[in-house]
């Protein structure tokens, strides 16, 4: 009994340790590399295919000794595997291989009498009465798992000084079964959710149940960063959105125009009798995907797939993407996912050794239940639940409710992690890191920035010094204090701002607001107005710019605030602020006729009210302030201003309405369109400090809803209607255009429209020796840009299309600006 004791835990232990790994390139017999060639252990479905670079890795977790090879035009080769490991493998379809009644067509297939788009076309018939869709309602668990991790970690990389100190971290290290290469886990992340949908409304709900994290942060930086790295997508729709992209599915309808489709083989999977096809790229540098599926014979529901991204696809910061999914049989015709695992590797570079981080993200679904009607009410979305607990569960609990348990190395990331929290040298490193990223550094409870505001410039001010902080408890503080001080070395004057909120009713989001701000300001930036006291200045950003900056204002302004978001994404907000306006410049005037005299001082009280729908917007945290996760929604701002005369010796009484519409379209493969449309009027007699200021661009950078050929006061009016459009075709054009595929440039085309007026009795007001001029037959500009130079850059090319008989009109004129492209 005890030799047989030993004997078992020999052949146990052998079976631990047994595993096949093999990487290396596929070559024709001409020595060029194949792209897309299929490879797989014998015997099993343990497959992958090569890159477009002919470029592969395939990992098993059991012995295996035979590798086999494949590709249109070629006879299936076999590969004896002497070894465990077998890297950097050149495997050579010779002459002798080649198909004689089989043209070669460099991996093209035929679109007529493909019997894998046979098949293909089934499934589009099928794909909404497959899964979920099948039911009226649905509710099942869900476990997902989140995890970073430094890549291409080798002996040089271990033997930095930087690491001096905090070599335990290598013990971590772990063979990617994806791609070959070593990784080092620096963050974790873990929840568990229920998720209950109802298909007869398009209504769903997740509850959150238990979460929890360890590593390099655990603010609502590093959330939003997930949650913006991590959409959700159905690989049935005809594209999927990765990192601001529309990549084609392989399931789309438009499939059999961008991939290549091949019946590869047939087997039981489950009892299921199900085909696998293979697909890849026609095309390089488009947004596309080359894998596998197995999809059954008769529901032609998909049983897994795999997806990984094309190198040569015009995405930047991400060199690999891979996805796979796995449905689960409830029953002779219903297919659920089961599994879906993401992974990402971003790295500076494409290069197949640079370093980078992984970002892998799998996800479980379990215990489904089906056609148990909830009430509306229940689907309605909570405002700002928070529940502490939720992110303070025992471990017996996690133990008890994960679907998967955490391997020996993944529970030795939450000690090894927990560990690196506590070294000087690391925390150190970290707090560099967060700087750099948030603009704060942080002393304490109070944040000391934004540092990249520290220094400005004006015609006014001439170098301006700005110093400020914020007070900082947590991502989840229910109060904010904010303040600034700046000194103008020309006109030798401090200005200064400071404002609080505080939230006074978590559930329903009720804010309370006020402040103070006594500074100069560019007015006429934007045509839908605000009283935020520490909003974006213009002002102080004149050290890229054209023409004459001396435009402007110093702004005594006070307010106080409310407002209540009492449905998910839907705020309405009320106000009350007094403001003092007065010239800056000597070269720049306000004035206006006054009971026979000239003023040149406005004092005026205003109260608004207004509401703010951003449906489907996605925010991380519960606090005071929160954090957008993306801009991928639409907005709808309508805002009511009066201005009381005589009120604390307001000047003016007058009647304010506005209108802000953003939508961004979505257009498949074509891109994105970005559209803006403004509307405004005023009503009563106003001066040339409350009017509705067209707002010019004399900077050398692109911004947001202002005209690139205008200038500060070129146009004014007292009633406005703006629209712009900007479409974003992200590379579609220049991909198929030989000699710029390799540059990854993206192409932007955009127009800009606004038409105004101004009445006879502000005419008659003004004393400021500005002429109105009021875009009265419809001004336009148009432009074409270029984005995405070296990853960072965009250029645009403006060009005025009405008013260019004006004696300063700028008729044409060029602009940058700097972002980090995905």
């Not at 106080?560 to 705020?571: F, Q, R, T």
């Not at 009017?691 to 004399?698: E, H, I, L, S, T």
Request: net charge positive; with cysteine.
């Amino acid at each position: 009994m005890k030799h047989f004791l030993v004997f078992f835990g020999l052949l146990f232990s052998m079976s631990i340790v047994a595993q096949t790994k093999v990487s290396g390139v596929v070559y024709d017999e001409y020595n060029q590399t194949i792209p897309y060639a299929n490879l797989c252990f014998k015997g099993t479905r343990e497959c992958v295919t090569s890159n477009e670079n002919g470029r592969f890795y395939l990992e098993s977790p059991t012995d295996q000794k035979i590798l086999v090879v494949s590709f249109v035009g070629f006879k299936t080769k076999e590969v004896i595997l002497d070894k465990a490991v077998n890297y950097n493998m050149k495997i050579a379809f010779d002459g002798g291989n080649t198909l004689e009644e089989v043209k070669i067509f460099a991996g093209k297939t035929s679109k007529k009498n493909n019997p894998a788009l046979d098949i293909l076309r089934k499934i589009w018939e099928r794909k909404r009465k497959n899964g979920l869709n099948q039911f009226q309602q649905y509710q099942m668990n869900k476990y997902e798992k989140v995890e970073f991790d430094m890549n291409s970690i080798d002996s040089a990389f271990m033997k930095n000084r930087v690491f001096k100190g905090l070599e335990f971290i290598f013990k971590q290290i772990d063979t990617s079964e994806v791609t070959g290469k070593t990784y080092l886990p620096i963050f974790i992340n873990e929840s568990i959710s229920e998720v209950y949908g109802d298909n007869t409304n398009g209504k769903k709900k997740e509850i959150l149940k238990a979460n929890k994290n360890s590593g390099l942060g655990d603010g609502n930086g590093v959330d939003t960063f997930i949650k913006d790295l991590y959409s959700e997508y159905d690989i049935y729709n005809n594209y999927l959105n990765f990192f601001d992209k529309n990549f084609v599915s392989p399931l789309s309808k438009t499939g059999i125009n961008t991939y290549n489709y091949v019946l590869s083989d047939s087997a039981f999977i489950d009892n299921k009798w199900c085909f696998n096809i293979i697909y890849y790229p026609r095309r390089k540098n488009e947004l596309t995907f080359k894998g596998d599926f197995w999809v059954n014979d008769t529901t032609f529901a998909i049983k897994k797939i795999n997806m990984t991204a094309s190198k040569s696809a015009n995405i930047n910061w991400v060199k690999e993407i891979y996805i796979e999914q796995e449905f689960d049989v409830l029953n002779d015709s219903v297919f659920l996912l089961k599994r879906d695992h993401m992974m990402s590797d971003f790295s500076f570079n494409k290069k197949e050794k640079s370093k980078g981080v992984y970002g892998k993200r799998t996800t479980l679904f379990s215990d489904h239940k089906f056609n148990i009607v909830q009430p509306d009410k229940f689907y309605k979305e909570d405002v700002n639940k928070f529940d502490q607990d939720v992110f303070n569960r025992s471990e017996a609990y996690w133990e008890e409710n994960r679907v998967e348990s955490l391997s020996k190395d993944e529970a030795g990331v939450y000690k090894m992690l927990d560990t690196l929290k506590t070294v000087k040298k690391f925390k150190q490193l970290y707090n560099l890191g967060t700087i750099l990223a948030s603009g704060y550094i942080q002393k304490g409870n109070i944040d000391f920035g934004p540092i990249f505001s520290t220094f400005g410039y004006n015609d006014v001010e001439g170098n301006r010094l700005r110093f400020g902080g914020r007070t900082y408890f947590g991502s989840n503080d229910p109060w904010r204090i904010q303040a600034y001080t700046a000194y103008g070395f020309k006109d030798n004057k401090f200005k200064y701002g400071i404002s609080g909120k505080w939230m006074v009713d978590k559930k329903n989001r009720i804010i309370l607001s006020g402040g103070n701000r006594r500074d100069v300001e560019q007015i006429g930036v934007s045509l839908t107005t605000s009283n935020d006291v520490l909003g974006r200045s213009f002002a102080s950003s004149s050290f890229f710019a054209s023409g004459d900056n001396s435009k402007l204002t110093n702004v005594n302004l006070t307010s106080v605030a409310a407002e209540i978001e009492p449905l998910k994404n839907l705020i309405f907000q009320t106000g009350f602020s007094y403001r003092t306006l007065e010239t800056a410049s000597p070269t720049f005037s306000l004035d206006y006729f006054s009971d026979g005299g000239i003023k040149s001082k406005v004092n005026q009280s205003e109260v608004t009210f207004g509401f703010d729908y951003t449906p489907k917007r996605k925010m991380v945290g519960y606090g005071v302030e929160r954090l957008e996760v993306d801009n991928n929604y639409a907005r709808v701002f309508v805002n009511y201003s009066h201005g009381f005369k005589d009120v604390l010796n307001s000047d003016f009484n007058y009647n304010k309405w506005q209108l802000y519409y953003r939508q961004p379209i979505f257009l498949g493969g074509m891109g994105r369109l970005f559209t803006t449309f403004e509307v405004g009027k005023i009503y009563g007699e106003v001066p040339l400090g409350l009017m509705a200021v067209v707002p010019g661009n004399q900077s050398y950078f692109v911004i947001d809803n202002t005209y690139n050929l205008m200038n500060y006061y070129e146009f004014v009016t007292d009633q406005y209607t703006s629209l712009h459009l900007e479409h974003h075709f992200n590379g579609r054009i220049f991909s198929r255009i030989p000699f710029m595929k390799k540059l990854n440039w993206r192409e932007i085309v955009g127009v800009k429209a606004v038409y105004g007026s101004v009445s006879d009795e502000n005419k008659a007001l003004n004393a400021s020796g500005l002429t109105y001029l009021a875009p009265s037959h419809g001004y336009w500009e148009y432009h074409a840009g270029v984005a995405n130079i070296f990853k960072v850059f965009r250029i645009d090319f403006a060009w005025r299309g009405t008013y260019l008989e004006l004696p300063d009109a700028k008729k044409f004129t060029v602009k940058g600006s700097f972002g980090f492209y995905f």
